[in-house]
C-alpha cells in the first residue's frame, strides 16, 4: 500500500528532517509513527500527500510513484488519501454538514451524492444528529470526529492522523482513537502519527519509531519506547 | 463541469461580498480607469469634428480684375485646375457675388443702401480654390503666387495650416494627459486588483488550506478570483455607463452651440458604438484584471 525507498529529505535551514528511510505499510494496517517533536513524523506525512518533496529515494501509495508528483496530480492523491490534523481544520461559519459537504463540493460532488454521503459518514463518527451545529457548539473531541468525516466523504484507502488526539483530553483522545480502530477494521489503512505514549502503547499494534529522521525500530506489535 | 462553474461563481460572489468594501474600493478605481479612458474619446471625437469643421471651410481666394474678361478668367481657372494640389476651382463672377453679398447682409439695410448709392457692382469676380491636400497646402500657395497673370487683383491665403496644427496640437496635448492619465489609472487599477485579490486570499487562507487538503483541485481553488476580477470589470463598466451618458447629455448642449452649423452627437456616437466600446473596454479590463490576478494567484495561494 505505502513504500518508502530510502527516502531523504533536507530542510535548508533545519538540515536532515528524513534519513533513508525505507518502509512498507501493507493494506488495511493501522500503524502508529511515533517520536519526539522535530524527529521527521509530520514529513513523513507531508511527504505522502505530495505537501513536500523528497530529495532522495522513491515513495509509492498503492501502484502510484508519487516521487515525481506533478503538481495538477496532487489533488488526485489527495481524494486517495484522507488526512486529519491535531489542529481540526475546520470552517466555523459553516455547519457541520457544511463542513463535511464542502470537502465533496469542491471537488464537484453533486447535491444528490452529498445529500446521501455526508449523513452516513456523520453516523459513523456518531453526529449525525447534530449535523446543524456549527464547529463552535461541540467538543474538541467532536470537532476532530467532523474532520475525520470530513476525510471519510472521498472513501480514502488510506487515512493520515497527524497527532489527532494533541488538543484532547484523554476522554475525547481515546474516543478519536477508537473511532480509528473501527475505522482500520473497515478496512481503511491508518496512520497515527502520534507521541501521545499512553494510547500508543494500548493500541497493541504495528509501530515505527522515528529519532533525527531516522526509523530506529519497527515492531509488529510494538511500544513506545523513546 | 457546469456544477463546477456554478460552485467556482458562487465561491466568487462571496469573496466579493465578504469583503464588500475592499470590492467597491477596486470597481471605484476601475470606474475612473475607465473613465478617463472614455473622456479620451470624447476629446478624440471633439477634435475630429474640429479639425473636420476646419478643413471644410479652407479655401484660396483668388480676387480678380472687375474689368477682367470671361474668357480670361476661365482660362486662368483651367490652369489652376490642372494643379495636382488642387481638389476644385470654382468661378464667382461678380453678379454672383453681389448676390451672395446682399443675401449675407440682407438685414443690414445700410450696407444695402450704401450699395444701391455707389449704382454698381463693386464686388470682384473671384476664384475659390479647395486645395486636394492639406500637407500640400504651402506647395500650392506657393504655386499660385507664381501666377503672374495680369488679370489678378489679389490673393488670400488664409493660414488655415497653423490653425489646423494648432488645433491638431491642442488635441494631442489632450489627448497625450488623457494618455497619460489612463495609464496612471490603470496601473491604479492593477495594483489594487492584485492586493484585493491578496487580501482575499489571506481573509481565505484557512478555507483554501482545507479545499488543499480535500483535493480541490488548482483551478477550482484560483477561478474564483479571476472570475471576481471579471465581476468587479462587469460592474465598474455598468456604472460607467450609467453615470456617462447623462454627463454626455449635460456637454451636448455647450458642443452644439461651439460647433454650430457642424453635426456633433457625442450621445448618439456612444449609443451607436456603446457595444464596440464598452464591449472593447470590458474585455481588455478583464484581461488585464485576470491577468494582475493570476499573478496574486499564483505567488498567494500556496497556503
Redesign the interface.
Known amino acids: 500500500m505505502i513504500k518508502f525507498h530510502n527516502v531523504s529529505k533536507v530542510y535548508p535551514k533545519s538540515g536532515k528532517a528524513l534519513d533513508r528511510i525505507n518502509l512498507h505499510i501493507r493494506p488495511g494496517e493501522f500503524v502508529s509513527i511515533v517520536g519526539q517533536s522535530g524527529t521527521g513524523k509530520t514529513t513523513m506525512v507531508k511527504t505522502m500527500i505530495g505537501e513536500e518533496k523528497i530529495d532522495q529515494g522513491k515513495i509509492i501509495i498503492g501502484d502510484w510513484d508519487i516521487t515525481d508528483i506533478r503538481q495538477r496530480e496532487i489533488p488526485v492523491l489527495r481524494r486517495q488519501i484522507g488526512v486529519i490534523f491535531q489542529d481540526f481544520k475546520l470552517l466555523y461559519k459553516k455547519t457541520l454538514f457544511e463542513n463535511v459537504a464542502f470537502a465533496m463540493q469542491v471537488c464537484g460532488g453533486s447535491p444528490k451524492k452529498i445529500r446521501k454521503i455526508v449523513p452516513h459518514v456523520m453516523k459513523i463518527v456518531g453526529l449525525e444528529s447534530k449535523m446543524d451545529r456549527y464547529p463552535e457548539e461541540i467538543s474538541g473531541g467532536e470537532q476532530q470526529r467532523v474532520a475525520i468525516a470530513r476525510a471519510l466523504v472521498h472513501r480514502p484507502k488510506i487515512l493520515l492522523a497527524d497527532e489527532p488526539t494533541g488538543n484532547l483530553d484523554s476522554l475525547n483522545a481515546n474516543e478519536i482513537i477508537e473511532l480509528l480502530l473501527r475505522i482500520n477494521r473497515f478496512g481503511t489503512t491508518v496512520i497515527l502519527v502520534t507521541h501521545n505514549r499512553e494510547i500508543v502503547n494500548r493500541l497493541k499494534k504495528r509501530v515505527i519509531t522515528i529519532d533525527n529522521g531516522s526509523i530506529v525500530s519497527d515492531q509488529e506489535i510494538g511500544k513506545y519506547v523513546l | 463541469m457546469f456544477?463546477?462553474l456554478a460552485?467556482v461563481i458562487k465561491f466568487s460572489l462571496q469573496d466579493i461580498f465578504r469583503n464588500v468594501w475592499l470590492s467597491l474600493v477596486t470597481i471605484m478605481i476601475l470606474v475612473l480607469a475607465l473613465f478617463t479612458v472614455n473622456m479620451l474619446l470624447v476629446v478624440k471625437v471633439v477634435g475630429n469634428t474640429a479639425v473636420g469643421a476646419i478643413k471644410e471651410k479652407i479655401d484660396i481666394n483668388l480676387f480678380l480684375k472687375s474689368n477682367a474678361k470671361e474668357d480670361d478668367i476661365l482660362i486662368l481657372k483651367a490652369k489652376i485646375a490642372n494643379l495636382n494640389e488642387v481638389k476644385e476651382v470654382k468661378y464667382i463672377s461678380k453678379d454672383e457675388a453681389l448676390e451672395v453679398f446682399r443675401k449675407k447682409h440682407e438685414n443690414n439695410p445700410e450696407i444695402l443702401e450704401s450699395l444701391r448709392e455707389l449704382g454698381s457692382n463693386p464686388l470682384a469676380p473671384t476664384l475659390v480654390i479647395k486645395p486636394a491636400d492639406l500637407d500640400t497646402f504651402s506647395v500650392l500657395t506657393d504655386k499660385i503666387n507664381s501666377f503672374d497673370d495680369e488679370i489678378i487683383e489679389s490673393r488670400n491665403f488664409s493660414n488655415y495650416k497653423l490653425m489646423l496644427n494648432k488645433i491638431n496640437a491642442i488635441t494631442k496635448k489632450v489627448t497625450d494627459a488623457g494618455i497619460f492619465l489612463s495609464s496612471i489609472f490603470i496601473l491604479i487599477t492593477i495594483l489594487v486588483i492584485y492586493n484585493s485579490v491578496r487580501i482575499a486570499i489571506y481573509t481565505h487562507r484557512?478555507?483554501i488550506?482545507?479545499?488543499?487538503?480535500?483535493?480541490?483541485?488548482?483551478s477550482?481553488?484560483q477561478m474564483p478570483f479571476l472570475i471576481s476580477s471579471v465581476i468587479y470589470t462587469f460592474i465598474g463598466v455598468l456604472i460607467l455607463v450609467f453615470l456617462f451618458y447623462p454627463l454626455l447629455s449635460l456637454l451636448q448642449p455647450y458642443l452644439e452651440t461651439f460647433f454650430v452649423g457642424y453635426n456633433i452627437n457625442l450621445i448618439d456616437y456612444f449609443y451607436s458604438n456603446a457595444f464596440s466600446i464598452f464591449g472593447s473596454q470590458f474585455l481588455i479590463g478583464s484581461l488585464i484584471n485576470i491577468l494582475a490576478s493570476y499573478v496574486a494567484v499564483k505567488k498567494y495561494s500556496k497556503v
Not at chain 2, 209 to 218: D, F, Q, R, Y
Request: glycine fraction near 6%; hydrophobic fraction near 45%.
Open positions: 456544477l463546477s460552485r484557512h478555507q488550506t482545507i479545499m488543499k487538503l480535500v483535493g480541490a483541485s488548482n477550482f481553488i
